[in-house]
């Protein structure tokens, strides 16, 4: 058993995380979650995480408060800092890139929480703070959202996910802005614990004529990007990846991001992470099949109307 922290430490550490309101209701001044708060849910931090978190505190006072002043003035920052607290965690961490140090984290986290939200209508905005918004449902009645991420929010504050008709999550794929033009997509994950993998992307590759869960979702992510203006589409490298340190990532990460990438004509840049197209290349009709080119049309109107339906969001 390790032996206890000396008083004057713990009587330090005590009072620097003190439970406080995530936001002051006499000024109405937006402020800091303390440990209990962030980790909420999670675990109760015992002393070395209180420990941990006060440190990281100390590290990153700038940078804190850069984001709460903006969500001083930014409606959709300040309800996150409210009610989704953890997702300002990374910022102290670890943050879609775990090469990024704390001015690039800074960064992304403006930019995810004032770049996406300010390219939807104004309407959307509690709508995605809150349980998403549906970009298309196919026929088992399964649906495409744009949402914050039910994944990690160390692997992007945003996600495009398919969720089953009953709610679950099927298949996701975890993305932030990096900076007001730049998207790196930091996670694709598949179905959550407890559900039939396999047989969830043959039904969905059944109703989407053909297309897998993660090329559906990442042309939904492309066709976005392009909305929303993106200059530069990236993919995570495995050996950047928030979980992908050299003693971990044979166990932690189970989806081939290299070779997804190269599906997705990525070219790896000099940097280590993947350079992806802004569009989906599409086959054409007179290239297919004769017996396979009624299954192309449909997943060709499908993917239409993904994109009309994303548009809309705009509009």
């Known amino acids: 058993m390790p032996p206890p922290l000396p008083t ?79 997702a ?11 090469r990024f140090g704390l001015k690039e984290r800074l960064a992304a986290t403006l930019a995810s929480m004032t770049g996406t939200p300010q390219l939807l209508l104004a309407r959307h905005a509690g709508l995605l703070s809150q349980s998403g918004i549906t970009l298309l449902e196919l026929d088992d009645g399964s649906r495409v959202e744009l949402s914050l991420s039910g994944v990690s929010f160390h692997e992007g504050l945003w996600q495009i996910g398919l969720r089953s008709a009953s709610g679950e ?6 993305f932030g802005l990096t900076s007001a ?28 004529h053909g297309m897998r869960p993660p090329y559906l979702l990442m042309h939904a992510m492309k066709s976005l990007a392009r909305s929303w203006q993106v200059e530069s ?37 000099p940097g280590g992470n993947w350079s992806l197209p802004l569009a989906t290349t599409q086959r054409q009709l007179e290239d297919v099949p004769a017996k396979r080119r009624a299954m192309y049309r449909r997943r060709y109107t499908l993917l239409q109307g993904l ?9």
């Not at 999550?169 to 975890?174: P, V």
């Not at 971990?248 to 190269?262: A, V």
């Not at 994303?310 to 509009?315: D, P, V």
Request: aromatic share 8%; hydrophobic share 40%.
């Open 169 to 174: 999550r099927l298949y996701s794929i975890g």
């Open 88 to 98: 300002f965690y990374p910022l102290m961490s670890h943050l879609l890139d775990r």
């Open 233 to 269: 589409l990236m993919g995570i490298d495995p050996h950047h990846h928030v979980k992908g340190r050299w003693n971990l990532r044979d166990s932690r990460l189970q989806f081939d991001y290299r070779s997804f990438w190269l599906d997705q004509g990525g070219v790896r840049e």
């Open 181 to 208: 033009r730049e998207v790196l997509v930091a996670n694709v994950q598949g179905a959550s614990r407890g559900l039939d993998g396999l047989a969830i992307s043959r039904q969905i590759t059944q109703v989407a």
């Open 8 to 86: 004057c430490l713990m009587s330090t550490i005590r009072a620097a995380i003190q439970p406080q309101p995530a936001a002051n209701l006499l000024s109405n001044e937006p402020r800091w979650p303390d440990a209990d708060t962030m980790f909420e849910g999670a675990w109760h931090p015992d002393w070395r995480r209180r420990a941990k978190y006060l440190a990281r505190l100390a590290l990153t006072v700038s940078a804190r408060h850069r984001v709460l002043t903006l969500c001083a003035s930014n409606d959709l920052a300040r309800t996150l800092l409210e009610s989704h607290p953890r």
């Open 307 to 315: 994109d009309e339906a994303i548009l809309r969001l705009q509009s």
